[in-house]
Protein backbone atom coordinates (compact mmCIF):
# COMPACT_ATOMS: atom_id res chain seq x y z
CA UNK A 1 0.00 0.00 0.00
CA UNK A 2 1.17 3.75 -1.17
CA UNK A 3 1.41 6.35 1.82
CA UNK A 4 -1.08 8.33 2.41
CA UNK A 5 -0.69 11.42 1.95
CA UNK A 6 -0.66 13.67 5.16
CA UNK A 7 1.67 11.64 6.61
CA UNK A 8 5.32 12.76 5.50
CA UNK A 9 3.59 15.30 3.48
CA UNK A 10 2.01 16.75 5.95
CA UNK A 11 4.53 16.66 8.43
CA UNK A 12 7.08 18.47 6.20
CA UNK A 13 4.69 20.74 5.66
CA UNK A 14 3.85 21.49 9.19
CA UNK A 15 7.42 21.38 10.15
CA UNK A 16 8.43 24.20 7.22
CA UNK A 17 5.02 26.69 8.68
CA UNK A 18 6.39 26.58 12.34
CA UNK A 19 10.28 26.78 11.34
CA UNK A 20 9.31 29.98 9.00
CA UNK A 21 7.01 31.11 11.74
CA UNK A 22 10.04 30.92 14.63
CA UNK A 23 12.69 31.67 11.88
CA UNK A 24 10.23 35.14 11.76
CA UNK A 25 9.91 35.65 15.46
CA UNK A 26 13.88 34.97 16.51
CA UNK A 27 14.58 37.40 13.29
CA UNK A 28 11.50 40.00 14.97
CA UNK A 29 13.29 39.23 18.30
CA UNK A 30 16.82 40.04 17.88
CA UNK A 31 15.74 43.31 16.10
CA UNK A 32 13.33 44.07 19.48
CA UNK A 33 16.23 43.11 21.38
CA UNK A 34 18.76 45.55 19.95
CA UNK A 35 16.64 48.07 19.94
CA UNK A 36 15.37 47.52 23.74
CA UNK A 37 19.17 47.57 24.53
CA UNK A 38 19.73 50.52 22.90
CA UNK A 39 16.52 52.32 24.33
CA UNK A 40 17.28 50.87 27.84
CA UNK A 41 20.99 52.23 27.61
CA UNK A 42 19.93 55.68 26.27
CA UNK A 43 17.30 55.98 29.17
CA UNK A 44 20.21 55.39 32.09
CA UNK A 45 22.26 57.84 29.95
CA UNK A 46 20.24 60.46 30.02
CA UNK A 47 18.85 59.90 33.82
CA UNK A 48 22.75 59.85 35.05
CA UNK A 49 23.21 63.02 32.91
CA UNK A 50 20.53 64.87 34.76
CA UNK A 51 22.25 63.45 38.38
CA UNK A 52 25.55 64.07 37.60
CA UNK A 53 24.56 67.88 36.27
CA UNK A 54 22.49 68.52 39.33
CA UNK A 55 25.29 67.22 41.18
CA UNK A 56 27.42 69.64 39.33
CA UNK A 57 25.29 72.76 40.50
CA UNK A 58 25.08 71.77 44.08
CA UNK A 59 28.66 70.95 44.24
CA UNK A 60 29.72 74.82 42.47
CA UNK A 61 27.38 75.79 45.68
CA UNK A 62 28.59 74.39 47.97
CA UNK A 63 32.71 74.43 47.23
CA UNK A 64 32.94 77.58 45.55
CA UNK A 65 30.16 79.44 47.27
CA UNK A 66 29.61 78.52 50.65
CA UNK A 67 33.32 77.24 50.21
CA UNK A 68 32.32 73.63 51.96
CA UNK A 69 35.38 71.01 52.10
CA UNK A 70 32.89 67.86 52.91
CA UNK A 71 30.56 67.13 49.95
CA UNK A 72 29.87 63.25 51.43
CA UNK A 73 26.40 64.05 52.41
CA UNK A 74 25.61 65.17 49.27
CA UNK A 75 27.13 62.70 47.98
CA UNK A 76 25.73 59.78 49.78
CA UNK A 77 22.25 61.59 49.40
CA UNK A 78 22.29 61.11 45.25
CA UNK A 79 22.68 57.55 46.23
CA UNK A 80 19.79 54.65 44.81
CA UNK A 81 19.51 51.53 43.47
CA UNK A 82 21.31 51.54 40.40
CA UNK A 83 23.69 54.71 41.61
CA UNK A 84 26.49 52.62 43.16
CA UNK A 85 29.25 55.19 43.15
CA UNK A 86 29.25 59.16 43.60
CA UNK A 87 32.63 60.88 43.48
CA UNK A 88 33.02 64.81 44.04
CA UNK A 89 36.63 66.92 43.19
CA UNK A 90 37.55 70.00 43.10
CA UNK A 91 40.37 71.56 41.59
CA UNK A 92 41.80 67.67 42.04
CA UNK A 93 40.68 67.03 45.97
CA UNK A 94 38.11 64.45 46.93
CA UNK A 95 35.35 66.65 48.88
CA UNK A 96 33.16 64.00 48.41
CA UNK A 97 32.71 59.94 48.00
CA UNK A 98 29.66 57.78 48.47
CA UNK A 99 29.38 54.03 47.32
CA UNK A 100 32.13 51.37 46.38
CA UNK A 101 33.54 50.79 43.31
CA UNK A 102 31.25 48.48 41.02
CA UNK A 103 32.28 45.08 40.76
CA UNK A 104 30.24 44.31 37.98
CA UNK A 105 29.79 46.22 34.01
CA UNK A 106 28.62 49.65 34.69
CA UNK A 107 28.07 53.10 32.91
CA UNK A 108 29.96 55.44 33.86
CA UNK A 109 29.08 59.63 33.71
CA UNK A 110 31.10 62.37 34.75
CA UNK A 111 30.49 66.37 34.55
CA UNK A 112 32.88 69.07 34.70
CA UNK A 113 31.70 71.31 37.66
CA UNK A 114 33.31 74.62 36.19
CA UNK A 115 32.55 74.19 32.49
CA UNK A 116 28.90 72.60 31.62
CA UNK A 117 29.71 71.99 28.27
CA UNK A 118 32.76 69.19 29.48
CA UNK A 119 30.62 65.83 30.65
CA UNK A 120 30.41 62.25 28.54
CA UNK A 121 29.88 58.86 29.50
CA UNK A 122 31.39 54.85 28.93
CA UNK A 123 30.17 51.80 29.55
CA UNK A 124 33.37 49.88 31.86
CA UNK A 125 33.46 46.61 32.65
CA UNK A 126 34.50 45.11 36.43
CA UNK A 127 37.95 45.25 36.04
CA UNK A 128 38.76 48.52 34.53
CA UNK A 129 40.15 51.21 37.21
CA UNK A 130 37.78 54.03 37.78
CA UNK A 131 38.23 57.33 37.02
CA UNK A 132 40.31 57.48 33.60
CA UNK A 133 42.30 60.62 33.02
CA UNK A 134 39.63 63.48 32.45
CA UNK A 135 40.04 67.08 30.78
CA UNK A 136 38.93 68.96 33.79
CA UNK A 137 40.29 68.74 37.54
CA UNK A 138 37.02 69.66 38.92
CA UNK A 139 34.02 67.25 38.40
CA UNK A 140 31.55 64.98 39.34
CA UNK A 141 31.59 60.80 38.28
CA UNK A 142 29.19 58.78 38.71
CA UNK A 143 28.76 54.92 38.32
CA UNK A 144 25.56 53.56 37.27
CA UNK A 145 24.95 49.29 37.63
CA UNK A 146 24.29 48.13 34.60
CA UNK A 147 22.45 44.95 36.39
CA UNK A 148 19.08 47.11 35.71
CA UNK A 149 19.61 47.05 32.21
CA UNK A 150 20.54 43.07 32.83
CA UNK A 151 17.64 42.47 34.42
CA UNK A 152 14.88 44.67 32.03
CA UNK A 153 17.12 42.40 29.24
CA UNK A 154 16.07 38.93 31.01
CA UNK A 155 12.78 40.15 31.28
CA UNK A 156 11.85 41.12 27.60
CA UNK A 157 13.96 37.67 26.81
CA UNK A 158 11.03 36.11 29.08
CA UNK A 159 8.50 38.20 27.16
CA UNK A 160 9.83 37.53 23.78
CA UNK A 161 10.24 33.95 24.01
CA UNK A 162 6.60 33.50 25.43
CA UNK A 163 5.59 35.81 22.85
CA UNK A 164 7.49 33.10 20.27
CA UNK A 165 5.62 30.22 21.96
CA UNK A 166 2.79 31.53 21.40
CA UNK A 167 3.27 32.58 17.60
CA UNK A 168 4.62 28.57 17.25
CA UNK A 169 1.47 27.70 18.52
CA UNK A 170 -0.58 29.95 16.16
CA UNK A 171 1.58 28.71 13.44
CA UNK A 172 0.75 25.24 14.40
CA UNK A 173 -2.67 25.41 14.24
CA UNK A 174 -3.00 27.50 10.81
CA UNK A 175 -0.53 25.16 9.17
CA UNK A 176 -2.58 22.14 10.51
CA UNK A 177 -5.47 23.62 8.77
CA UNK A 178 -3.34 24.90 5.60
CA UNK A 179 -2.27 21.79 4.82
CA UNK A 180 -5.50 20.03 5.35
CA UNK A 181 -7.03 22.50 2.74
CA UNK A 182 -4.85 21.64 0.79
CA UNK A 183 -3.56 17.81 1.14
CA UNK A 184 -7.51 17.02 1.10
CA UNK A 185 -7.62 17.25 -2.55
CA UNK A 186 -4.39 15.83 -3.11
CA UNK A 187 -5.39 12.48 -0.75
CA UNK A 188 -8.08 11.77 -2.97
CA UNK A 189 -6.59 12.12 -5.95
CA UNK A 190 -3.74 9.64 -4.49
CA UNK A 191 -6.43 7.59 -3.42
CA UNK A 192 -8.27 7.42 -7.07
CA UNK A 193 -5.08 7.07 -8.61
CA UNK A 194 -4.22 4.11 -6.64
CA UNK A 195 -7.59 2.68 -7.01
CA UNK A 196 -7.23 2.61 -10.85
CA UNK A 197 -4.17 1.29 -10.76
CA UNK A 198 -5.55 -1.71 -8.95
CA UNK A 199 -7.71 -2.44 -11.68
CA UNK A 200 -10.65 -0.28 -10.59
CA UNK A 201 -11.16 2.16 -14.17
CA UNK A 202 -14.34 3.05 -13.20
CA UNK A 203 -12.90 5.43 -10.19
CA UNK A 204 -12.64 8.91 -10.75
CA UNK A 205 -10.97 11.64 -8.86
CA UNK A 206 -14.20 14.42 -7.33
CA UNK A 207 -13.30 17.93 -8.70
CA UNK A 208 -14.00 20.23 -5.04
CA UNK A 209 -11.81 23.61 -5.97
CA UNK A 210 -11.83 25.71 -9.34
CA UNK A 211 -8.17 26.21 -8.50
CA UNK A 212 -4.81 24.16 -9.50
CA UNK A 213 -5.73 21.47 -7.41
CA UNK A 214 -8.85 21.29 -8.70
CA UNK A 215 -7.12 21.48 -12.48
CA UNK A 216 -5.35 18.55 -11.52
CA UNK A 217 -8.11 16.18 -10.32
CA UNK A 218 -9.85 17.26 -13.76
CA UNK A 219 -6.61 16.13 -15.53
CA UNK A 220 -6.59 12.58 -13.80
CA UNK A 221 -10.30 12.49 -14.95
CA UNK A 222 -9.55 13.20 -18.72
CA UNK A 223 -6.37 10.61 -18.55
CA UNK A 224 -8.80 7.90 -17.14
CA UNK A 225 -11.01 8.73 -19.58
CA UNK A 226 -8.50 7.90 -22.41
CA UNK A 227 -6.85 5.14 -20.59
CA UNK A 228 -10.11 3.66 -20.30
CA UNK A 229 -11.44 4.17 -23.87
CA UNK A 230 -7.69 3.09 -24.97
CA UNK A 231 -8.06 -0.41 -23.32
CA UNK A 232 -11.72 -1.29 -24.38
CA UNK A 233 -9.83 -0.53 -28.46
CA UNK A 234 -7.27 -2.66 -27.25
CA UNK A 235 -9.35 -5.25 -25.79
CA UNK A 236 -11.23 -5.34 -28.84
CA UNK A 237 -8.25 -5.45 -30.93
CA UNK A 238 -6.91 -8.22 -29.01
CA UNK A 239 -10.17 -10.14 -28.89
CA UNK A 240 -10.56 -9.57 -32.73
CA UNK A 241 -7.42 -11.18 -33.50
CA UNK A 242 -7.99 -14.09 -30.92
CA UNK A 243 -11.22 -14.70 -32.73
CA UNK A 244 -9.30 -14.76 -35.72
CA UNK A 245 -6.62 -17.35 -34.55
CA UNK A 246 -8.86 -19.41 -33.20
CA UNK A 247 -10.93 -19.97 -36.20
CA UNK A 248 -7.77 -19.98 -38.83
CA UNK A 249 -6.56 -22.56 -35.89
CA UNK A 250 -9.87 -24.87 -36.42
CA UNK A 251 -9.68 -24.32 -40.21
CA UNK A 252 -5.75 -25.69 -40.52
CA UNK A 253 -6.45 -28.32 -38.00
CA UNK A 254 -9.10 -30.08 -40.50
CA UNK A 255 -6.97 -30.13 -43.43
CA UNK A 256 -3.92 -31.28 -41.25
CA UNK A 257 -5.65 -33.95 -39.28
CA UNK A 258 -6.57 -35.68 -43.19
CA UNK A 259 -2.71 -35.38 -44.29
CA UNK A 260 -1.22 -36.90 -41.29
CA UNK A 261 -4.19 -39.43 -41.44
CA UNK A 262 -3.23 -40.66 -45.09
CA UNK A 263 0.76 -40.18 -43.99
CA UNK A 264 0.08 -42.91 -41.47
CA UNK A 265 -1.93 -45.22 -43.90
CA UNK A 266 0.94 -44.63 -46.26
CA UNK A 267 3.38 -45.78 -43.60
CA UNK A 268 1.02 -48.90 -42.80
CA UNK A 269 1.28 -49.42 -46.50
CA UNK A 270 -1.89 -49.52 -47.22
CA UNK A 271 -1.07 -48.08 -50.39
CA UNK A 272 1.33 -50.78 -51.34
CA UNK A 273 4.91 -50.91 -50.28
CA UNK A 274 7.34 -48.43 -49.85
CA UNK A 275 11.10 -47.85 -50.30
CA UNK A 276 13.19 -47.19 -47.18
CA UNK A 277 13.86 -43.97 -48.79
CA UNK A 278 10.21 -43.05 -49.71
CA UNK A 279 9.86 -44.23 -45.70
CA UNK A 280 12.17 -42.14 -44.25
CA UNK A 281 10.59 -39.16 -46.16
CA UNK A 282 7.51 -39.99 -44.81
CA UNK A 283 8.43 -40.00 -41.39
CA UNK A 284 10.22 -36.70 -41.51
CA UNK A 285 6.71 -35.90 -42.95
CA UNK A 286 4.69 -37.48 -40.12
CA UNK A 287 6.84 -35.72 -37.55
CA UNK A 288 7.08 -31.96 -39.27
CA UNK A 289 3.14 -32.62 -39.30
CA UNK A 290 2.74 -33.56 -35.13
CA UNK A 291 4.89 -30.31 -34.49
CA UNK A 292 2.76 -27.86 -36.00
CA UNK A 293 -0.20 -30.10 -34.87
CA UNK A 294 1.31 -29.23 -31.46
CA UNK A 295 2.03 -25.57 -32.51
CA UNK A 296 -1.49 -24.92 -33.68
CA UNK A 297 -2.60 -26.45 -30.28
CA UNK A 298 -0.75 -24.05 -28.28
CA UNK A 299 -1.62 -21.52 -30.68
CA UNK A 300 -5.67 -22.40 -29.91
CA UNK A 301 -5.23 -22.95 -26.45
CA UNK A 302 -3.81 -19.43 -25.68
CA UNK A 303 -6.15 -18.18 -27.58
CA UNK A 304 -8.90 -19.26 -25.83
CA UNK A 305 -7.13 -17.63 -22.54
CA UNK A 306 -7.36 -14.80 -23.68
CA UNK A 307 -11.05 -14.78 -25.34
CA UNK A 308 -11.41 -15.66 -21.66
CA UNK A 309 -13.85 -18.60 -22.52
CA UNK A 310 -11.41 -21.14 -20.71
CA UNK A 311 -13.24 -22.47 -17.82
CA UNK A 312 -12.28 -25.18 -14.83
CA UNK A 313 -13.81 -28.15 -14.73
CA UNK A 314 -12.58 -29.70 -10.84
CA UNK A 315 -12.00 -33.30 -10.22
CA UNK A 316 -10.26 -35.26 -8.35
CA UNK A 317 -7.15 -35.90 -10.14
CA UNK A 318 -4.17 -38.53 -8.80
CA UNK A 319 -0.93 -36.90 -9.40
CA UNK A 320 1.20 -40.20 -9.75
CA UNK A 321 -1.02 -41.57 -12.70
CA UNK A 322 -1.25 -38.13 -14.11
CA UNK A 323 2.14 -37.78 -14.28
CA UNK A 324 2.85 -41.37 -15.59
CA UNK A 325 0.59 -40.52 -18.20
CA UNK A 326 2.20 -37.36 -19.30
CA UNK A 327 5.81 -39.09 -19.22
CA UNK A 328 5.02 -42.17 -21.03
CA UNK A 329 3.95 -39.87 -23.84
CA UNK A 330 6.94 -38.10 -24.13
CA UNK A 331 9.31 -40.92 -23.57
CA UNK A 332 9.69 -41.20 -27.04
CA UNK A 333 11.32 -37.94 -27.59
CA UNK A 334 13.34 -38.07 -24.55
CA UNK A 335 15.02 -41.37 -26.12
CA UNK A 336 15.88 -39.46 -29.35
CA UNK A 337 18.04 -37.33 -27.37
CA UNK A 338 18.80 -40.08 -24.58
CA UNK A 339 17.37 -38.58 -21.46
CA UNK A 340 16.58 -40.06 -18.60
CA UNK A 341 12.70 -39.38 -17.25
CA UNK A 342 12.11 -40.21 -13.54
CA UNK A 343 8.88 -39.07 -11.36
CA UNK A 344 8.53 -38.37 -8.33
CA UNK A 345 5.48 -37.64 -6.31
CA UNK A 346 5.37 -37.84 -2.29
CA UNK A 347 3.21 -39.33 -1.21
CA UNK A 348 1.78 -41.51 -3.93
CA UNK A 349 -1.51 -41.39 -3.35
CA UNK A 350 -1.23 -37.32 -3.71
CA UNK A 351 -4.47 -35.73 -4.76
CA UNK A 352 -5.88 -32.78 -6.02
CA UNK A 353 -8.99 -31.00 -7.22
CA UNK A 354 -7.59 -30.16 -10.58
CA UNK A 355 -9.31 -29.75 -13.79
CA UNK A 356 -7.63 -32.67 -15.45
CA UNK A 357 -7.33 -31.61 -18.97
CA UNK A 358 -5.68 -28.05 -18.09
CA UNK A 359 -3.45 -29.95 -15.35
CA UNK A 360 -2.46 -32.48 -17.97
CA UNK A 361 -1.29 -29.65 -20.20
CA UNK A 362 0.96 -27.86 -17.50
CA UNK A 363 2.60 -30.95 -16.62
CA UNK A 364 3.04 -31.49 -20.29
CA UNK A 365 4.42 -28.12 -21.30
CA UNK A 366 6.69 -28.06 -18.60
CA UNK A 367 8.16 -31.65 -19.44
CA UNK A 368 8.30 -30.98 -23.26
CA UNK A 369 10.52 -27.70 -22.26
CA UNK A 370 12.80 -29.32 -20.46
CA UNK A 371 13.08 -31.87 -23.13
CA UNK A 372 13.65 -29.16 -25.73
CA UNK A 373 16.17 -27.47 -23.58
CA UNK A 374 18.25 -30.65 -21.74
CA UNK A 375 21.59 -31.45 -23.31
CA UNK A 376 21.92 -35.49 -24.68
CA UNK A 377 22.30 -37.80 -21.96
CA UNK A 378 21.15 -35.75 -19.25
CA UNK A 379 18.26 -36.37 -16.97
CA UNK A 380 14.91 -35.07 -16.24
CA UNK A 381 12.75 -34.96 -12.88
CA UNK A 382 9.09 -34.60 -12.77
CA UNK A 383 7.99 -34.39 -8.68
CA UNK A 384 4.84 -33.36 -6.79
CA UNK A 385 4.59 -33.00 -3.30
CA UNK A 386 2.66 -30.92 -0.37
CA UNK A 387 4.21 -27.29 -0.17
CA UNK A 388 2.62 -26.47 2.71
CA UNK A 389 -0.20 -28.19 4.28
CA UNK A 390 -1.65 -25.55 6.46
CA UNK A 391 -2.22 -23.95 3.21
CA UNK A 392 -3.60 -26.63 1.98
CA UNK A 393 -1.33 -26.19 -1.34
CA UNK A 394 0.06 -28.14 -3.73
CA UNK A 395 3.92 -28.05 -5.61
CA UNK A 396 4.75 -29.45 -8.99
CA UNK A 397 8.60 -29.04 -10.08
CA UNK A 398 10.14 -30.35 -13.43
CA UNK A 399 13.98 -30.08 -13.01
CA UNK A 400 16.34 -30.29 -16.22
CA UNK A 401 20.32 -30.21 -16.81
CA UNK A 402 20.16 -27.63 -19.21
CA UNK A 403 22.11 -24.25 -19.36
CA UNK A 404 19.90 -22.29 -16.82
CA UNK A 405 18.22 -19.00 -17.09
CA UNK A 406 19.47 -15.72 -15.97
CA UNK A 407 17.87 -13.75 -13.67
CA UNK A 408 17.04 -11.26 -15.43
CA UNK A 409 14.79 -13.55 -17.68
CA UNK A 410 13.22 -15.19 -15.49
CA UNK A 411 9.96 -13.63 -15.18
CA UNK A 412 10.42 -12.97 -19.39
CA UNK A 413 10.37 -16.98 -20.30
CA UNK A 414 6.62 -16.61 -19.12
CA UNK A 415 5.28 -14.27 -21.65
CA UNK A 416 4.05 -15.44 -24.71
CA UNK A 417 6.28 -15.53 -27.53
CA UNK A 418 9.41 -15.01 -25.87
CA UNK A 419 12.04 -18.16 -26.65
CA UNK A 420 15.58 -17.95 -24.65
CA UNK A 421 17.81 -19.70 -26.75
CA UNK A 422 20.86 -21.67 -25.20
CA UNK A 423 24.39 -22.22 -27.54
CA UNK A 424 24.52 -25.22 -25.84
CA UNK A 425 21.23 -26.81 -26.07
CA UNK A 426 20.67 -26.11 -30.27
CA UNK A 427 17.58 -27.24 -31.47
CA UNK A 428 16.12 -30.16 -33.03
CA UNK A 429 16.20 -29.83 -37.02
CA UNK A 430 13.96 -32.11 -39.25
CA UNK A 431 15.32 -33.07 -42.55
CA UNK A 432 13.65 -30.45 -44.21
CA UNK A 433 16.40 -28.21 -42.74
CA UNK A 434 14.21 -26.46 -40.71
CA UNK A 435 13.87 -25.82 -36.76
CA UNK A 436 11.33 -27.94 -34.76
CA UNK A 437 10.87 -25.08 -32.05
CA UNK A 438 8.63 -24.01 -30.55
CA UNK A 439 6.52 -20.31 -30.76
CA UNK A 440 7.15 -18.93 -26.69
CA UNK A 441 3.81 -20.22 -25.92
CA UNK A 442 4.19 -23.11 -23.90
CA UNK A 443 4.98 -21.92 -20.79
CA UNK A 444 2.56 -19.02 -21.09
CA UNK A 445 -0.15 -21.29 -20.85
CA UNK A 446 1.49 -23.21 -17.91
CA UNK A 447 1.32 -19.49 -15.91
CA UNK A 448 -2.27 -18.89 -16.91
CA UNK A 449 -3.70 -22.40 -16.31
CA UNK A 450 -1.61 -21.90 -13.01
CA UNK A 451 -3.25 -18.61 -12.30
CA UNK A 452 -6.93 -19.79 -13.31
CA UNK A 453 -6.41 -22.46 -10.59
CA UNK A 454 -5.67 -19.84 -7.99
CA UNK A 455 -1.83 -20.37 -8.41
CA UNK A 456 1.30 -19.10 -9.78
CA UNK A 457 4.45 -20.37 -11.86
CA UNK A 458 8.15 -19.51 -11.23
CA UNK A 459 11.89 -20.68 -12.17
CA UNK A 460 14.83 -20.77 -10.23
CA UNK A 461 18.03 -21.65 -11.64
CA UNK A 462 21.40 -21.56 -9.68
CA UNK A 463 23.87 -18.43 -10.54
CA UNK A 464 26.40 -20.95 -12.28
CA UNK A 465 23.40 -22.15 -14.54
CA UNK A 466 23.18 -25.93 -13.66
CA UNK A 467 20.24 -26.81 -14.59
CA UNK A 468 16.89 -25.21 -13.92
CA UNK A 469 13.56 -25.82 -12.40
CA UNK A 470 10.45 -24.91 -13.08
CA UNK A 471 7.79 -24.63 -10.44
CA UNK A 472 3.83 -24.69 -9.99
CA UNK A 473 1.97 -24.21 -6.78
CA UNK A 474 -1.59 -24.88 -6.70
CA UNK A 475 -4.06 -25.02 -4.00
CA UNK A 476 -5.04 -28.77 -2.71
CA UNK A 477 -8.80 -27.79 -3.93
CA UNK A 478 -10.15 -25.23 -6.54
CA UNK A 479 -13.01 -23.94 -5.07
CA UNK A 480 -14.32 -21.86 -8.00
CA UNK A 481 -13.45 -21.03 -11.14
CA UNK A 482 -10.81 -17.80 -11.23
CA UNK A 483 -11.79 -14.88 -13.47
CA UNK A 484 -10.07 -14.40 -16.25
CA UNK A 485 -7.68 -11.75 -16.40
CA UNK A 486 -8.48 -8.77 -17.25
CA UNK A 487 -12.16 -9.23 -17.11
CA UNK A 488 -12.05 -7.41 -13.30
CA UNK A 489 -10.42 -4.85 -14.44
CA UNK A 490 -12.49 -3.33 -17.25
CA UNK A 491 -15.10 -0.49 -16.30
CA UNK A 492 -17.74 -1.59 -14.76
CA UNK A 493 -20.43 -2.16 -17.39
CA UNK A 494 -18.35 -3.76 -19.94
CA UNK A 495 -17.25 -7.33 -18.01
CA UNK A 496 -17.90 -10.45 -21.07
CA UNK A 497 -20.30 -12.59 -20.92
CA UNK A 498 -19.49 -16.60 -20.75
CA UNK A 499 -18.98 -17.71 -24.53
CA UNK A 500 -19.18 -13.77 -26.05
Known amino acids: MGMRIGGNLRRELLLALVGLAL ?29 ARFLAQ ?104 LAGLGIALVALTIAWLLSGVILRPLQRVKEALEAFGQ ?42 KSEFITLMGHELRTPLNVLLGYIELLLAGVGGDLTEEQRSYLAAAMRSG ?26 PVALNALAAEVVEGLRPYAEEKRLSLTVKVEPRGLTLEADRTKLRQIVFNLLQNAIRHSPPGGGIELGASLANEEEERVRLWVRDEGPGIPREERERVFEPFVRLEAPSAPAKRGREGKEREGLGLGLAVVQRYAQLHGGRAWVESPPDGGGSVFLVELPLRTRAPIPERGEELLPQGEQRKEGS
Open 23 to 51: LSSVLLGAVAVYRLDWELYEQLVRRGRVL
Open 290 to 315: EHLQALLGNVLQYAKLELGVERLHPE
Open 58 to 161: EAFYSAYIQGERDLVPLAEGALRDDVIFIEIVKEGEVLGQAGSPPTEPYLEIWQAILDSSLSGERRRSADEPIGPYLPTNSYVRLAISLDYLAYEMRREFLWLG
Open 199 to 240: GRLHTRAPVEREDELGELARAFNRMAEAIVEMRGELERASRA
